[in-house]
């Protein structure tokens, strides 16, 4: 229709191409008169609006049905690190100095402040060697197991509040990663080994650096809001002959479906710190 006009117009002047820009005999713009125009674009508005009110209503449903205390997609549960407090990698110092390792000490003893008695009130006591599963229509909120702090013994800090920095035996805090999900298999417990000829005597709290079932397994932050991870305690009985001597510590959790020994990632269920002490 408009290209008929366009060969009529072009005989009668050879300018008239500007005429299918807007022909102002007709009126049209582009060939189109502005009611064509006003009608196409009602018809994408409306379009638009469809598709953005489809969108937002799928989205919709979907964000319904979403747990936000639990991943919902996971093909499988990853195995958890393994961290230290004091928080070093490379911890150094003189037992003769309180200077020198009294960052350890506030350290230590500020991690340690969410496992008081007083702050675990609300905690539960948990049958132990279970895990605590979440109760069918105890709704969102999971209890949390208590974890006395008293069971770190010698490396609680509330009997020797130096936790043996000053006798040059010092205590190192390690605890797994939270994983929602995880059920660690077996016993898990800790093993730490130190590389030297002859091996250091160490200790474990609680007994034989075990982690207790019952801390196990946990529902995330908003379903499980008290949740203090389970710790294990060691305590390193150097001898005069270990001073002044860098000692490549290893710790690693041993449990049945926890990896320790993955060759990419050297966090992954171990932990390797470095510990001198001088004198
Ligand atoms: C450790 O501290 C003591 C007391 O301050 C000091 O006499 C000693 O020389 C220090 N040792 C080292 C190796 O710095
Ligand atoms: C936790 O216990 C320690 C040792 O008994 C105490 O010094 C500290 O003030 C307590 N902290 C809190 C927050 O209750
Ligand atoms: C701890 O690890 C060392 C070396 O990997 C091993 O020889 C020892 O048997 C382990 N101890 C326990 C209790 O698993
Ligand atoms: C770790 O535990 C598994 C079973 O739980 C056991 O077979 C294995 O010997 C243990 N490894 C070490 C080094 O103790």
Redesign the pocket.
Known sequence: MASTEDKAASKESPSSWKDSIYNPRTGELLGRTASSWALILLFYLVFYCFLAGMFTLTMWVMLLTLDDSVPRYRDRIPSPGLAIRPNSLDISFNRSDPQKYSQYVQNLESFLQRYNDTEQEENTDCSPGDYTLREEGEGMSQKACRFRRALLSFCSGLSDTNFGYHEGKPCVLLKMNRIIGLKPG??PYI?CTVKKENPIQMHYFPKEGRFDKMYFPYYGKKAHENYVEPLVAVKLLFTKEDYNKELAVECKV???NLLNNDDRDKFLGRITFRIKVVE
């Open positions: 077996g016993d093993n041993n449990g049945s």
